[in-house]
C-alpha cells in the first residue's frame, strides 16, 4: 500500500526567507507521480507542482522547486522568498500507478512571519 | 473557465440521516473524485467516477455512493448519517484519470 508521512505538524518561516517541507513516501509501484497541494483556510486545494518518478530533474514551478531523492523516496518542498500569503497547510501526495487514487500526507502547517 | 465548483458549501444534518452533495468538473475534464477531509487531517479518497461508472473506490463503507451523469457532475449521497461522517467533502476532477487533480472549495457537512 501507498503510504505518505509528513513529519513536520507546523513550521514557521520568516518572510523573504526559504523554507523546506518535508514529504517522505513508500510505494512498490514503479511508476507514480508526486504532488503537492497548498491548502489555505477557505479549504480549497491549490496544486503547486508535480513530479514524475521517472524525471530526471526536479520540478519547478515559480517559487517552487521539488527536491527529488528518488533513493530515498522523498519529496521535498522548497519555497523560496516566502510571503504571508504562503501561510497554508501543505499536502504531499502520490498518485498510483493507475491513477485513480491519491494518497494524501496529514499536512504541515506553515505560517509566515512579518 | 469555470473550475470545479461544489454545492452546498455548508450542511448540518442529523444522526440517521441522508444527504446529497454536488459536484461540477471543471471544464474539459472527464473524471471525477471525492475525497473526505477530517478536521486536521489530510483527505481521504472515497470513490472516483469515469465514464458515469465507479472505478476505483477506497475503504469508505455501502452507506457512501455515488451517481455520474452524462455532463460529467457528479453527486455523493451518504444515507444513515454518522456523527463521524462530519468532515470536508472535496470533489476533485481531473482528464481521464490523469493529470493533478483540481479542487473544488468543498462541502462542510455538520451531524448533530
Known amino acids: 500500500a501507498q503510504k505518505i508521512t509528513q513529519t513536520q505538524p507546523g513550521m514557521f518561516v520568516q518572510e523573504k526567507e526559504a523554507v523546506t517541507l518535508d514529504c517522505t513516501y513508500d510505494?512498490?509501484?514503479?511508476?507514480?507521480?508526486l504532488f503537492w497541494y497548498k491548502q489555505p483556510s477557505s479549504g480549497e486545494m491549490i496544486f503547486l507542482i508535480y513530479?514524475?518518478?521517472?524525471?530526471?530533474q526536479n520540478a519547478t514551478e515559480g517559487r517552487y522547486s521539488l527536491n527529488f531523492q528518488k533513493a530515498r523516496k522523498s519529496a521535498n518542498l522548497v519555497i523560496s522568498a516566502s510571503q504571508l500569503g504562503d501561510s497554508a497547510m501543505y499536502f504531499c501526495a502520490m498518485r498510483d500507478n493507475y491513477g485513480q487514487n491519491f494518497v494524501f500526507g496529514p499536512g504541515t502547517r506553515l505560517s509566515v512571519l512579518p | 473557465d469555470a473550475g470545479v465548483t461544489q454545492s452546498p458549501t455548508h450542511l448540518i444534518k442529523t444522526r440517521g440521516q441522508q444527504v446529497t452533495l454536488r459536484c461540477s468538473p471543471k471544464?474539459?475534464?472527464?473524471?471525477v473524485s471525492w475525497y473526505q477531509q477530517a478536521l486536521g487531517q489530510g483527505p481521504q479518497f472515497i470513490f472516483q467516477?469515469?465514464?458515469?461508472?465507479?472505478?476505483q473506490r477506497g475503504n469508505f463503507p455501502d452507506r457512501f455512493s455515488g451517481h455520474q451523469f452524462p455532463n460529467y457532475s457528479s453527486e455523493l449521497n451518504v444515507n444513515a448519517l454518522l456523527l463521524g461522517d462530519s468532515a470536508l467533502y472535496l470533489c476533485a476532477s481531473s482528464s481521464s484519470g490523469v493529470s493533478p487533480l483540481h479542487f473544488g472549495n468543498g462541502t462542510r457537512l455538520t451531524v448533530t
Open positions: 467516477y469515469y465514464e458515469e461508472e465507479e472505478r
Open positions: 513530479q514524475g518518478s521517472y524525471d530526471q
Open positions: 510505494t512498490s509501484d514503479p511508476s507514480y507521480g
Open positions: 471544464s474539459g475534464h472527464d473524471t
